[in-house]
Each structure stands twice: as structure tokens, then as C-alpha cells.
């Protein structure tokens, strides 16, 4: 069964940084590329950033310049860097094998407010 664990939101002030993490089980992460997805409230969810299995990293537009997608295929985990996060950024953030697409976790809420 694929489980995927994501933590390290919060409560951060505008320009501040998080770092998040996914934890993943139930399949062979070395061969899938993962990536970060966010949905902020009334939104449609939507693909931050991805890395595939030779640690490419590929973002969208919506936060590029401000995060950094990475690996570790050790602890079959993946991580997002975010920097100067914006009120806009307020959403909760999953984790997803995107060609596959499995249920999603929990996510991880992360709040930019002053």
C-alpha cells in the first residue's frame, strides 16, 4: 500500500522559509518521479514542482525562483525548499507520484500571514 507522509508546515511571516517534507512507502522510489502539488482554499490543485529519477528538477510558474525540489532515494523521501513566501502561498501543500497519481495523503498546511 503507498502511503505518503507529508510534513513541515506552519505558520510563517511573509519572506520567511519552510522546508517540507514527504515521506513515502509501498513502492520503489527510486524509479518514480514525485512531485509537490499545493491547493489554496477555492482553488483547483495544482503541480508546484517535480523531480524525475535522475534528480531533474522541473517547476511550474507558480512558485518558480522561490522553491527547490529535492530527493533523498536513501530515505524515499522528497523535499521543498520555499523562500520568500508570499501571503499567496498560503495552501496545503501534498506530495504524488504524478504519472500515477495515488490517494492523496494528508497534506501539510502552510500559512504565510504576518
Known amino acids: 500500500q503507498v502511503q505518503l507522509v507529508e510534513s513541515g508546515g506552519g505558520l510563517v511571516q511573509p519572506g520567511g522559509s519552510l522546508r517540507l517534507s514527504c515521506a513515502t512507502s509501498g513502492f520503489h522510489f527510486g524509479f518514480y518521479t514525485m512531485g509537490w502539488y499545493r491547493q489554496v482554499s477555492g482553488k483547483q490543485r495544482e503541480l508546484v514542482a517535480s523531480?524525475?529519477?535522475?534528480?531533474?528538477?522541473n517547476y511550474t510558474d507558480s512558485m518558480k525562483g522561490r522553491v527547490t525540489i529535492s530527493r533523498d532515494r536513501a530515505k524515499s523521501t522528497v523535499s521543498l525548499q520555499m523562500n520568500s513566501l508570499k501571503p499567496e502561498d498560503t495552501a496545503v501543500y501534498y506530495c504524488?507520484?504524478?504519472?500515477?497519481?495515488?490517494?492523496w495523503g494528508q497534506g501539510t498546511r502552510v500559512t504565510v500571514s504576518s
Open positions: 504524488n507520484r504524478p504519472f500515477l497519481m495515488d490517494p
Open positions: 523531480i524525475d529519477v535522475a534528480q531533474t528538477p
